[in-house]
Structures are given as C-alpha cells and as structure tokens.
T-cell receptor, first 113, second 114 residues
Framework: DAGVTQSPTHLIKTRGQQVTLRCSPK?????VSWYQQALGQGPQFIFQ???????QRGNFPDRFSGHQFPNYSSELNVNALLLGDSALYLC????????????FGQGTRLTVV | GDSVTQMEGPVTLSEEAFLTINCTYT??????LFWYVQYPGEGLQLLLK?????DKGSNKGFEATYRKETTSFHLEKGSVQVSDSAVYFC?????????????FGTGTSLTVIP
C-alpha cells in the first residue's frame, strides 16, 4: 500500500501564476482533504472532496479550487498566486464515515517568488 | 467553533526524561481526538487517537487520555529518546456528518538531547 502520494514535492512559482497540486489517496479511502501549513504553524483546512464534490470548505478565497476524480484522486488549484500562498500543502485521505483519523501525504512545498 | 489549544514550545529534554505536552479543546458534540507527529521535511504521521471520553490512545510509548470533564488530551511519555525529536500536533475531528475535517493546534517542537 503506497499510502497517500502527492506530487510534485517542491515547486517554485512566480506571483500571479497558477499552480496545480495532485494527490492520490490511500487505497480504500473515499475522501480527500487539503490543508495549508505555513511555516511554524499547524495545518489549516482548505476543503474536502467526497464523491467528486466539494463537501466542506474552510476560510480560503475562491482562488483556491479543487477537483476529485472518479478514482478518488484529487487536485488543488490556486490562481493568481500571492507571496503569502507559500506553504506546505498537505493532502489527507480518509473514509467519510470513519473515525480512524486521516492519513497524510508528504506534502508539496510551494514557494511563491 | 471547534478549536485546539496546545502548549507552546519549543521543549528541550534530556534523553530518558518524562514528557508532557498539554492540549485542550473546544468542540460541539463529541469529537475524536488525535496526536500527529511531523519529522523535519515530512508530512504528518498519526501517533495515537481516542474516539470517546475516557479512552486512552497509546503508541510507541506515548499515551493520551480523552478527558471530557477537563476538555483535555495531554500527551505523555515516560522516557523520551533522541529519535522522538519532532513537532507534535494535537487535533480534533468533529461529527461524522461534517466529514473528517481536522482542527489542529499550532504544534509543539520537541528536541531530545543525549
């Protein structure tokens, strides 16, 4: 079992550009959540996808959007990048009705210059 | 809203010392509680969890008990090792009908010196 895999691991983008991050959930999981972790902070919830729909959303602007595919994999898109978007982006997979917690990927380190 | 308050670090201990990292929470309903650990340059790893009051989660010598009366979930280990050096996050996950959204504390950095 490969667990949760994210790509790419590191990314450098210029302010104003757009970026797409990808996530494959742990085998058997049906729910994907995305988190932003700024340096020295705890992860902040961006949104969650289940059955290819956004199920919940945190306090993030519309520049942040996502998608879930029929195979449960997911993408996070960020438009009009700001310097403040520089962070570690974590994908977490889980079961929608499970209490077992979420499994996190290694994250994508995004640097906006 | 739901939230987690975690003891601020950094914490520096000598090997074999006793560890406590305090965590308190605010939540509606009956959340599940978790401790995650993050090693440098890596994602989060689930360390232990408890899904109802008075449950004790344990793993790799770490323990935490879900205390509803004090809304706490303090992490403890009797004898820390150098390999335990990492950042520890307390988290809660709410009702199942809200999915598995996690609310994290700000993290506590632990350094264990030989």
């Amino acid at each position: 079992d490969a667990g949760v895999t994210q790509s790419p691991t590191h990314l450098i983008k210029t302010r104003g550009q757009q970026v797409t991050l990808r996530c494959s959930p742990k085998s058997g999981h049906d729910t994907v959540s995305w988190y932003q972790q700024a340096l020295g902070q705890g992860p902040q919830f961006i949104f969650q996808y289940y059955e290819e729909e956004e199920r919940q959303r945190g306090n993030f602007p519309d520049r942040f959007s996502g998608h879930q595919f029929p195979n449960y994999s997911s993408e996070l898109n960020v438009n009009a990048l700001l310097l403040g978007d520089s962070a570690l982006y974590l994908c977490a997979s889980s079961l929608v009705r499970g209490l077992g917690g979420a499994f996190f990927g290694q994250g994508t380190r995004l640097t906006v210059v | 809203g739901d939230s987690v308050t975690q003891m601020e670090g950094p914490v520096t201990l000598s090997e074999e010392a006793f560890l406590t990292i305090n965590c308190t929470y605010t939540a509606t309903g009956y959340p599940s509680l978790f401790w995650y650990v993050q090693y440098p340059g890596e994602g989060l790893q689930l360390l232990l969890k408890a899904t109802k009051a008075d449950d004790k989660g344990s793993n790799k010598g770490f323990e935490a008990t879900y205390r509803k009366e004090t809304t706490s979930f303090h992490l403890e280990k009797g004898s820390v090792q150098v390999s335990d050096s990492a950042v520890y996050f307390c988290a809660l996950s709410g009702r199942m009908d809200t999915g598995n959204q996690f609310y994290f504390g700000t993290g506590t950095s632990l350094t264990v010196i030989p």
